[in-house]
């Protein structure tokens, strides 16, 4: 069954939206509200507010809002119903068997860490290889490690607990020319954690001559190629606390240095980090320091993600062996000291970029000088903040003994750029949402207003319900209006959340009557000239003389603003 509404209300009321959040990024207070870079989109100023008063948090940038659940929806890149068991554990809500398409997947997934690891204890050949790699049990233990043995043992076992259709859907097995197969066998697997550290997919390494070095699980709907990092679910609290992330090449590398006492780094599965990576990377840190392999390859990729990650406003730099060792290989021979010096001596990224160009190019040919800009500019140009690239401009031009002019083709993507939307909320329709506001967090001047209004004054068709169902009595909260609302009227409640709500009411009643007398005043005019003498004129012309009187006594009796 569905998780109920009274358990979605229990965690929306035990979930403070302000201490959630401030887990994931460094919130700063600003009046009633808090305030950051916000993490949906390239935000260089605090476009992101959390509200404890409406409890939830709203981008006057790209416009992103809601509430504690839709947070970690979009923030961890999982269904609702998921986003749902991570605030349920975090509040201590019991919420029972709960339904999802996706359930069964990531039963099957359990099921399967579950028998690869009992394969892997009962392998001496693949204990032995991973004791010589240096890894622990307890390693061995924490990270589920697996293995697949040749046949096909593992369908033999899964398909008595699980459908043979699910089964494929998982990825795990495999149809073939002879049937159906395991997708691993030969192989030592890694389970892949999602960000809220449940199993969704395998990392497979040979221990065979047969086949790629690496296969990884295929397309899932609970895993998607590129997505994620290994193992964010177990560092992401030490990178919170240090703002920093050592990214690495593989499992291997990763396992070593979080076995040492490193527990700030990720691996990304392979040589190629992903725009999506670089995305999820600039969410829980501003720093990266790159330390893939020396080689050629590790080189290359370490150029294809500077790129990227700069393009996310990330701080980049980058760890060098210069023996062309791995992380791995590292801590191995050399020891957790080691890897640490070299993790301190790290180099800023534009140090590596020009050591790249000198040993690239003859800086003394112009036509290799000219390549050389054009290569240096490129790069730049993905930087968003302007006073970054004027400054390494200034170094890249002292250091390679160049024109400062020769630099300044470099311009800023226009695109990179994010600026934060207006509003463009009627002011009407701000009067009426105030009204309604007030009313919620003023529960004393209902009376008042409803002396003087009723539900036909209030012209927006949203806020006139509202306005009725809190004239019955109904029981509602600011928040239980913010999902009909679009994104000017958030804005704008937002901003009002940071002031106190006071005599303004007064003032709101008597704009709301004054539209009501000037529509009638137009609606008089065109009906007098066709027929001043009319029932419709008169009915009209009494009710603009009435309301006329009201607005006078009202201002006299109640003090209202003039």
Request: some cysteine; proline content about 3%; hydrophobic content about 35%.
């Amino acid at each position: 069954m569905p998780v109920s509404d009274e358990v979605i209300s229990q965690i929306k009321e035990r979930i403070e939206i302000s201490h959630l959040i401030g887990d994931y990024l460094p919130l700063k207070k600003a009046g009633k509200n808090y305030v950051t870079n916000c993490p949906f989109h390239k935000d260089d100023t605090p476009s992101f507010h959390v509200s404890t008063d409406l409890n939830i948090f709203h981008c006057f940038g790209c416009g992103k809002s809601g509430d504690v659940i839709t947070f970690v929806m979009e923030f961890e890149k999982v269904p609702f119903i998921e986003a749902v068991r991570i605030l349920a554990e975090k509040a201590g809500i019991e919420i029972g068997k709960y339904a999802g398409e996706n359930e069964i997947l990531y039963s099957i997934h359990n099921f399967a860490v579950d028998f690869y690891h009992k394969e892997l204890l009962n392998s001496s050949k693949v204990l032995d290889y991973l004791k010589k790699r240096g890894l622990s049990k307890d390693s061995m233990e924490e990270f589920q490690l697996g293995f697949a043995p040749y046949g096909s043992n593992f369908i033999a076992k899964a398909k008595k607990e699980f459908k043979i259709q699910d089964l494929i859907k998982s990825g795990l097995i495999k149809k073939g020319t002879g049937g159906l197969k395991d997708s691993f066998f030969l192989r030592l697997l890694f389970p892949l954690f999602s960000s809220s550290g449940r199993i969704i997919g395998f990392g497979g390494r040979r221990l065979s001559k047969k086949g790629p070095k690496y296969l990884n699980s295929p397309d899932t709907p609970i895993h998607k190629k590129g997505k994620n990092l290994y193992s964010l679910w177990h560092t992401k609290k030490e990178i919170r606390k240090t703002e920093k992330i050592i990214l690495v090449e593989g499992y291997f590398d990763f396992l070593s240095l979080y076995q040492a006492g490193i527990k700030n780094a990720v691996a990304c599965l392979g040589t190629s980090l992903t725009l999506d990576q670089a995305e999820l990377i600039s969410r829980y840190a501003g720093e990266v320091i790159l330390f893939f392999d020396e080689d050629t390859a590790g080189k290359i990729a370490t150029l294809r993600s500077l790129g990227m990650l700069l393009g996310e406003g990330i701080n980049v730099k980058i760890g060098q062996s210069g023996k062309e060792k791995d992380p791995d290989e590292i801590i191995a021979k050399e020891g957790k000291q080691a890897f640490d010096k070299l993790i301190e001596n790290s180099n800023d990224f534009i140090d590596w970029m020009l050591e790249r160009i000198r040993n690239k190019y003859s800086l003394s040919s112009p036509t290799e000088l000219s390549k050389a800009v054009g290569e240096i500019n490129s790069m730049l140009e993905v930087i968003r903040e302007p006073s970054k690239i004027e400054i390494y401009k200034e170094f890249i031009a002292k250091k390679l003994a160049i024109s400062r002019k020769s630099l300044d083709e470099t311009k800023v993507k226009k695109s990179m750029i994010v600026t934060r939307k207006s509003s463009n909320i009627e002011e009407r329709e701000e009067y009426e949402l105030y009204l309604i506001y007030a009313m919620l967090e003023n529960p004393g001047k209902k009376d008042f207003v409803f002396s003087i209004l009723d539900e036909n004054c209030i012209k927006n068709p949203h806020l006139k319900k509202y306005f009725r169902l809190i004239k019955e009595g109904t029981a509602l909260k600011t928040k239980d209006i913010i999902d009909s609302l679009p994104q000017s009227s958030v804005d704008y409640l937002m901003k009002k959340s940071e002031e106190p709500v006071n005599s303004a009411i007064n003032s709101t009643i008597r704009f709301l009557l004054d539209e009501i007398r000037k529509e009638k005043q137009m609606e008089y005019q065109k009906i007098k000239k066709q027929d001043e003498d009319s029932e419709k004129a008169i009915s009209l012309f009494r009710d603009i003389r009435d309301l006329g009187t009201e607005m006078q006594r009202l201002i006299k009796e109640s003090n209202f603003e003039r």
